[in-house]
């Protein structure tokens, strides 16, 4: 499979596969919380199996995430500002002793 859509560093090969979040009972008496559907970028397999197999993972968010506020560059330049005068100043106070 060559596209990968927006994820990155995909590893691919055989028995490379990435677990999904979604619960899987494989057999009788089994529950959903003991199993797992796992994904496999190569040949496109999607299967279940034990939560104790060593398989990859994709941390993924559900949905829009919300935007985080960015510092507004005026209040950036101001602190910059200050921090350089008050070293200037104190560089000035400690020269003339």
């Known amino acids: 499979m060559l596209n990968y859509g927006p994820f990155q560093d995909i590893r691919t090969g055989t028995n490379v596969m990435y677990w999904s979040m979604t619960g899987f009972g494989w057999g009788p008496g089994v529950s959903d919380s003991d199993g797992a ?47 350089l005068t008050g070293r200037w100043y104190l560089r000035r106070k400690i020269n003339y002793r």
Do not use: C, R
């Open 37 to 83: 559907l796992y994904f496999g970028f190569t040949d496109g397999v999607q299967w279940g199996g034990s939560k104790g197999i060593n398989y990859y993972a994709l941390a993924v968010h559900p949905g829009d995430v919300t935007v985080v506020p960015e510092p507004i560059s005026s209040v950036l330049f101001v602190t910059g500002a200050a921090m």
